[in-house]
């Protein structure tokens, strides 16, 4: 075992596949000279070289299209977003040609694109977004959103030998900010797998990303109101683990989901359908939604404390949930 | 230009009438009532996907857009495949999946059209690049129109391209309209090729109903990318015949232009060069034809009698397992 920061995870497990399979390669903005705007990479282009490491032009779509292309030939293309806010350029390359390729004729389109996500960090409206909605309403992609090092890593490796598209959102709150042991040896955490974080009898709180922590921060707080909380940690988006979340909700009959995201149509609004649609004789309170308000995410320290859950919310969320 | 052997003319013969033959009879199903939702041809505009795909090796890669149902036929989908995917049947190309062209088979080397005209080039960057970064002399040939190469991916694909001198041959189908859009909306120069200067890309404009002329710039264009020297652009001028699609009855476009370009007609001019310049004789054309007739009948048979996908089949194949 070794202690690693999340950045640091994601670092290794891209070192690690790249040298495992030649296939592998990393385009994308600054990814190379510089090492990634987050220094994800730094060191890469020394070892591999300009071809698998490539800086491209600023042009998403041109090099997730790329990706796309390159991937259909048998490599295994990993994109950096330099901010998951500039995914949107590459909208129609994602939802039309990578998530559709393989259903509508067959061509497998094995690439990954991480994006670095979320707020906190004081970066205005473009550099702090949470897109995974966008992204959640197209069948073909898959969606992952660790929470630590250790499933940082290991998801990583899973995308990255997965034969579907997959969208790898890292939080950049989280970066330096968690650590974690982890396993030396390979291994990988299974797309398509939800984690409970914190064992509880009373709430289910169902999040993912850098909410978890917040949620895990609650948690503790809870326990000394008498309030029993279990944290279930999503981990992959889509596709949803209905099984964990069910059985959860089974187990403590209350749920809320927490997350950074904004309200109206996100992934809290899907988990409480399937919920209400599936669950409803285990209910014993109203599904609630713990989320950002619905506007852009703001700049100025108030707001933006303002805009993001915090662990207050949970607690006067959860203190209400446990009252039915 | 490199000499073009009898049997290469004769071939090049066949592709494009069983190209013209094939999009004739899916005009007539269409009419019938027989293909769903819509049908868009090729038709006065051949000679460019026959000659740019005829001109690539086995091993090659092809981007094709949806006026290339030559570039299609040539790369091996079969008559039948491509009768069974526009009556939506489970033996189409994409099992009832998808319509038209919008199919691709990588198998034999073709990628899947998106209908947002240009997705395709960067993807086709994306091809050249695994080329480039294994060592492989392949190429690969993408084609859109001229309305698409107003979209940004056009931009990026070309800058891109061009900067990592990748093995890439860019065509354009230029015919003047993109759907009811003539030239003098979408762009402000006289020829598309003029894009190309921009990327340090050397363009070119030819006849694009000349299948010669197709077939010489993309072997000159190939050869260039073979031999490490980056992307091409080529652009096809060509008049659109008839609507953008079937049920656009393209009263837009004025009547002399049409019957000007009526003249040029990839097909018949090609027949009239091969008869008259004694390459091959008019019987052999004749035999040719005939064989394509008879081609075309037991594809639309075939397709009629294949079963149609069960409802829930729908349900399969939206992720790789």
Same mark, same amino acid.
């Given at each position: 075992m070794k202690e690693i920061s999340y950045i640091e995870a994601i670092s290794e497990a891209l070192m690690e596949e790249m040298e495992r399979d030649k296939n592998v390669f990393i385009l994308g903005e600054d990814v190379g000279v510089y090492g990634g705007a987050f220094r994800v990479t730094e060191g890469f282009y020394e070892k591999f070289g300009e071809w698998r490491v490539l800086d491209t032009p600023l042009s998403e779509s041109g090099f997730t299209g790329a990706a796309i292309g390159a991937a259909l030939m048998g490599m295994r293309p990993v994109v950096e977003m330099q901010f998951a806010d500039f995914i949107s350029c590459a909208f129609d390359q994602i939802v039309n040609v990578a998530a559709k390729n393989y259903y509508r004729w067959g061509g497998a389109t094995p690439i990954?694109?991480?994006?670095?996500? !979320?707020?906190? =960090? /004081?970066?205005?409206?473009?550099?702090?977004?949470?897109? +995974?909605?966008?992204?959640?309403?197209?069948?073909? #992609?898959?969606?992952?959103?660790?929470?630590?090092?250790?499933?940082?890593?290991?998801?990583?490796?899973?995308?990255?030998?997965?034969?579907?598209?997959?969208?790898?959102?890292?939080?950049?709150?989280?970066?330096?900010?968690?650590?974690?042991?982890?396993?030396?040896?390979?291994?990988?955490?299974?797309?398509?797998?939800?984690?409970?974080?914190?064992?509880?009898?009373?709430?289910?709180?169902?999040?993912? !990303?850098?909410? =978890? /922590?917040?949620?895990?921060?609650?948690?503790?707080?809870? +326990?000394?109101?008498?309030?029993?909380?279990?944290? #279930?940690?999503?981990?992959?988006?889509?596709?949803?683990?209905?099984?964990?979340?069910?059985?959860?909700?089974?187990?403590t009959n209350k749920a809320m989901i927490l997350h950074e995201a904004t309200k109206t149509g996100g992934i809290g609004a899907e988990v409480a359908s399937i919920i209400s649609e599936e669950m409803f004789d285990y209910l014993d309170g109203p599904i609630i939604r713990i989320t950002a308000p619905d506007t852009p995410v703001p700049y100025s320290p108030p707001m933006e404390e303002f805009y993001i859950p915090k662990v207050s919310d949970v607690i006067k969320a959860a203190e209400k949930l446990a009252a039915y | 230009m490199?000499?073009?052997?009898?049997?290469?003319?004769?071939?090049?013969?066949?592709?494009?009438?069983?190209?013209?033959?094939?999009?004739?009879?899916?005009?007539?199903?269409?009419?019938?009532?027989?293909?769903?939702?819509?049908?868009?041809?090729?038709?006065?505009?051949?000679?460019?996907?026959?000659?740019?795909?005829?001109?690539?090796?086995?091993?090659?890669?092809?981007?094709?857009?949806?006026?290339?149902?030559?570039?299609?036929?040539?790369?091996?989908?079969?008559?039948?495949?491509?009768?069974?995917?526009?009556?939506?049947?489970?033996?189409?190309?994409?099992?009832?999946?998808?319509?038209?062209?919008?199919?691709?088979?990588?198998?034999?080397?073709?990628?899947?059209?998106?209908s947002h005209l240009t997705d395709n080039y960067p993807v086709a960057t994306g091809v050249a690049l695994s080329f480039k970064m294994r060592g492989e002399k392949r190429v690969v040939a993408a084609c859109t129109g001229d309305g698409g190469t107003s979209r940004g991916d056009f931009h990026e694909a070309m800058n891109f391209a061009s900067v990592r001198k990748l093995p890439v041959v860019f065509f354009c189908n230029n015919n003047q309209y993109a759907y009811s859009t003539p030239l003098r909306f979408q762009m402000a120069i006289k020829d598309v090729s003029q894009r190309a200067i921009a990327y340090g890309i050397p363009g070119e404009t030819i006849d694009g109903n000349d299948i010669l002329s197709v077939y010489s710039a993309a072997k000159r264009a190939y050869q260039r990318a073979r031999d490490g020297e980056g992307p091409s652009f080529i652009e096809c001028k060509t008049m659109r015949m008839h609507g953008h699609s079937e049920f656009d009855a393209a009263k837009y476009v004025p009547k002399e232009l049409l019957e000007e370009w009526k003249k040029k007609d990839p097909v018949i001019n090609y027949?009239?060069?091969?008869?008259?310049?004694?390459?091959?004789?008019?019987?052999?054309?004749?035999?040719?034809?005939?064989?394509?007739?008879?081609?075309?009948?037991?594809?639309?048979?075939?397709?009629?009698?294949?079963?149609?996908?069960?409802?829930?089949?729908?349900?399969?194949?939206?992720?790789?397992?």
């Open positions: 990954v694109i991480r994006a670095p996500f !979320g707020g906190n =960090v /004081h970066g205005g409206s473009f550099h702090s977004q949470c897109p +995974e909605a966008w992204f959640f309403h197209c069948p073909g #992609l898959k969606i992952v959103a660790p929470s630590m090092p250790y499933d940082a890593k290991g998801l990583l490796k899973a995308a990255i030998r997965d034969d579907n598209p997959v969208i790898y959102l890292e939080h950049k709150y989280l970066y330096r900010r968690i650590k974690e042991n982890i396993p030396e040896d390979d291994f990988i955490v299974p797309i398509g797998k939800a984690d409970i974080k914190r064992e509880g009898r009373d709430i289910t709180i169902i999040t993912y !990303g850098a909410m =978890v /922590h917040t949620a895990l921060e609650a948690a503790k707080l809870l +326990e000394e109101k008498g309030i029993d909380m279990e944290v #279930l940690d999503l981990r992959t988006l889509l596709p949803l683990d209905k099984e964990a979340i069910f059985s959860s909700v089974k187990k | 490199a000499e073009i052997s009898k049997d290469v003319m004769t071939d090049i013969y066949y592709w494009l009438k069983l190209t013209r033959t094939i999009e004739d009879r899916v005009t007539i199903l269409y009419r019938q009532g027989k293909i769903q939702g819509g049908a868009w041809t090729s038709h006065g505009m051949e000679a460019i996907s026959v000659g740019y795909a005829f001109a690539l090796d086995k091993d090659d890669i092809i981007c094709p857009y949806f006026r290339d149902m030559g570039a299609f036929l040539v790369r091996g989908v079969t008559p039948k495949r491509i009768f069974a995917q526009y009556l939506g049947r489970k033996t189409g190309v994409t099992g009832g999946k998808e319509g038209n062209v919008h199919v691709g088979d990588l198998s034999l080397g073709i990628i899947g059209f998106p027949e009239k060069y091969l008869t008259e310049k004694k390459i091959v004789t008019s019987e052999k054309l004749a035999e040719i034809d005939k064989r394509i007739k008879s081609e075309i009948e037991e594809a639309v048979e075939f397709a009629e009698k294949s079963p149609y996908p069960e409802g829930k089949d729908a349900l399969e194949g939206v992720y790789k397992v």
